[in-house]
């Protein structure tokens, strides 16, 4: 059954209060899971609230957050526009079972979004400014795109971006790409090169992820194998997503439990 996990678990839906979307401009859903440090999920809402595209909905999952965050996200959902607010009272993950907070806080969040396309943010992470407008732009101009992406930069703790961390050399696609070609060159070990990500990026249409079950465990995979494979997949180098690396990521304390990620049995 399609989104069994999510439509079986228990958490509380709080509509958009202040809602002022645009009629005649697709509306962009852009969800953050949020659990801890609650400086970088203040800095990542930010570089949401500063895009140059203003018809985006804000979706705040509360994964179960400690106190400070979840007063918040309460206090920043009864007093913005756009922004709609999801609560679990039980925090969603498992160290025997890490996907389990995608299975339900991305695909219930999903569920829930109006958008016309859907992107994920992770509680450390930043988008450039323009970062919405040029996703939504991809789609509008070529109706066979079906996911978006932007060039990933790492930051450190600090957000000071690494200078050699620019993966346009992982990430030499053209701005309209068949979507099989990505895929055949990510299973190949990328000999052509055409994607390169730390992670999770892609903007999926919203119609697409609902037909296709949504979000699974591997989805920083998944997005290339399970989606961009079902047409065009667009990509704007001058969108950016910044990913945060820090002591407190959760693949770093992952590793440091003994798990093995797919991609390094792969290589094995």
């Known amino acids: 059954m399609l989104f069994s996990e999510a439509k079986s678990s228990v958490y509380k839906y709080e ?3 202040n809602q002022k979307f645009e009629k005649d401009k697709p509306i962009f ?3 953050i899971c949020c659990y801890y440090n609650l400086d970088y999920i203040r800095q990542s ?17 509360d994964n179960g957050a400690h106190l400070d965050v979840r007063e918040y996200l309460r206090e920043f959902y009864k007093n913005s526009t756009n922004t709609a607010l999801v609560t679990f009272e039980v925090n969603q993950f498992e160290w025997s079972d890490t996907g389990k907070g995608i299975a339900t806080c991305w695909n219930v969040a999903l569920l829930h979004a109006k958008g016309d396309y859907i992107s994920y943010l992770g509680y450390d992470d930043l988008f450039s400014s323009s970062y919405a407008s040029r996703m ?9 795109c079906v996911t ?3 060039m990933p930069y790492s930051i450190n703790s600090l957000g000071e971006v690494d ?24 299973i190949e070990g990328g000999p052509k090169k055409l994607f390169g990500a730390p992670g999770e990026i892609f903007a999926i249409r919203r119609d697409i992820l609902l037909k296709y079950g949504g979000y699974d465990r591997i989805s920083d995979i998944s997005q290339v194998l399970k989606y961009a494979i079902l047409g065009v997949s667009g990509f704007d180098s001058e969108a950016a997503v910044y990913w945060r690396h820090h002591d407190k990521q959760l693949n770093r304390q992952s590793k440091s439990k003994g798990a093995i990620f797919y991609k390094t049995s792969k290589k094995g």
Do not use: C, H, W
């Open 15 to 17: 509509p958009v209060i």
């Open 29 to 31: 859903s852009i969800f």
């Open 45 to 61: 809402i930010k570089s949401v609230l500063d895009q140059d595209y203003t018809n985006i909905e804000l979706i705040l999952v």
């Open 136 to 144: 939504v732009n991809l789609f509008l101009e070529n109706p066979a």
């Open 148 to 150: 978006a992406a932007p």
């Open 163 to 186: 200078k050699q961390s620019g993966l346009r050399d992982l990430n030499t696609r053209d701005r309209y790409t068949d979507g099989m070609d990505i895929a055949i060159d990510l």
